[in-house]
């Protein structure tokens, strides 16, 4: 009975882990039209069919370590999505219709050749998006090869929620 108690727990617990490196950055949000300062964005995928908690995850940017810390009872719900923007989203994003932001806090994404991770308590990134050319982007800001630089007002997004691993494809 025991061993059996373990094997659950134990079960239990790595599918937590692993449900965790499931989460993607499914959309980045980084030249705004009107404004750099409460514009931008970044938005978080669940792809699995379990809750995951992401409180206390990080952005990393090329700016800072931790541009963005995520709150206590952060959580993204299955197939859901959570949205990280700069401090002053509700009132300044580009168009009033886009969704309120999960999470605001002032952050800094760079506009070219740059990259951003989402960093879990551990430290270890789950997962990356880079954009530009990556001789300057800082590693772990990127997978494999980055996608272009994005045009003002536009977004780079995955394409039908995958992730292979290689910017340049997603």
């Known amino acids: 009975v ?7 727990l134990s079960s239990i617990f790595s599918g937590f882990v692993a449900a965790s490196e499931h989460v993607i950055i499914n959309k980045v949000y980084v030249d705004p039209i009107e404004t750099e300062a409460g514009g931008e964005a970044i938005e978080l995928f669940n792809p699995t069919n379990q809750t995951i908690d992401i409180s206390g995850f990080t952005i ?27 401090f002053g989203w509700s009132s300044l994003k580009d168009n009033a219709s886009w969704p ?18 989402l960093v879990n308590k551990n430290l270890e990134i789950i997962d990356a998006v880079g954009w530009g050319d990556i001789a300057e982007i800082s590693n772990g800001l990127y997978e494999n ?17 995958q992730d292979t691993d290689n910017n340049s494809v997603d």
């Open 2 to 8: 025991l061993v059996l108690l373990i094997f659950i």
């Open 145 to 161: 090869a980055a996608s272009p630089n994005p045009p003002t007002g536009f977004s780079l997004k995955r394409i039908n929620f």
């Open 100 to 117: 309120k932001a999960d999470h605001e806090e002032a952050i800094t994404l760079y506009n070219t050749n740059s990259g951003i991770a």
């Open 60 to 86: 990393k940017t090329e700016s800072s370590n931790t541009d963005a810390t995520l709150p206590v009872n952060s959580k993204i719900y299955s197939n859901g999505y959570y949205l990280i923007a700069d």
